[in-house]
């Protein structure tokens, strides 16, 4: 996805955390998050066009977990649409406070008990992309269904580095899961597989190829194109290799928006 990049301005963000007010010095304070927009943009098309799909740029999903909306903003005002959030409240504070054409896309694990909220207070909630259970499809569903919105696009996210600490199906069972999406969740537009990688949050070639095998298997299990099934791989430290290797979907944070700033704990 190419992006046409603005100058945008320079800001202060007052960032509250537990204790004391604290003034963090942001990446968007010195217009860093437009640069770095533009570099990851630029990078993106380069490990594209070494694949043989110039033509065909990979969406870019800029992640701004712990990151201010002004942050968020200053991307937006650099040409991004595309968002994603980890944590159901970060983006049901932040997506009210942004223009409504934002794609929000939800990236980390999703509780069953808070599907009602994070699809009431985010109508433009683009894509889901963490769906790991029949469960979880079914109450998003049935919640698609209750509050009139459109069908919802969602992703069946794999565990390809079988880490017992990382959420998703094992890649045995992401036929059943995009089955059961397909043929009993109407109120659901099945759309791709997403994996997370390593422990460091990279992954070798062998985990996209793994989600790679996937797709395959569920394209012949449900009758479906390749093409029209998306892989949603790479991240700040692996998106250029998951380029090459067929991603289509890339999430990238601190690359963008610089180091993530958690709250101080209380001592």
């Known amino acids: 996805m190419a ?3 603005a100058h945008a301005s320079v800001r202060r963000v007052l960032v509250s955390a537990r204790g004391p007010s604290r003034v963090f010095a942001t990446a968007a304070m010195e217009g860093e998050v437009a640069k770095a927009l533009q570099e990851v943009t630029s990078r993106i098309g380069a490990a594209a066009a070494k694949a043989g799909r110039a033509d065909r740029l990979p969406r870019l999903v800029a992640v701004s977990k712990t990151k201010p909306a002004e942050a968020v903003r200053e991307a937006y005002d650099a040409g991004q649409r595309v968002f994603g959030e980890n944590y159901v409240q970060e983006v049901v504070d932040k997506a009210p406070q942004l ?14 008990n808070k599907v009602k909220t994070l699809l009431e207070a985010v109508p433009n ?7 790991d259970s029949a469960k979880l499809a079914s109450k998003l569903d049935s919640t698609v269904a209750a509050l009139g919105r459109p069908p919802l696009a969602v992703f069946v996210q794999v565990n390809t580095s079988g880490e ?3 959420y998703g199906v094992e890649p045995a069972e992401c036929v059943a899961l995009a089955r059961h999406i397909q043929e009993q969740c109407p109120h659901l537009r099945f759309a791709g597989l997403m994996t997370i990688g390593m422990p460091d949050y990279s992954s070798r070639p062998e985990n996209f190829q793994c989600l790679q095998d996937c797709r395959r298997a569920v394209c ?3 009758g479906l194109e390749e093409a029209a099934v998306e892989l949603s791989m790479g991240m700040s430290g692996d998106f250029e290799a998951a380029i090459e290797m067929g991603s289509t979907n890339v999430r990238v944070g601190s690359t963008i928006f610089g180091a993530r700033q958690y709250p101080a704990k209380a001592s």
């Open 164 to 166: 017992e600490s990382k």
């Open 3 to 5: 992006v046409s990049l």
């Open 99 to 112: 223009p409504q054409d934002c794609a929000w896309h939800f990236i980390g694990h999703l509780q069953s």
């Open 125 to 131: 909630l683009a894509l889901l992309e963490t769906v």
């Open 220 to 222: 012949d299990a449900l």
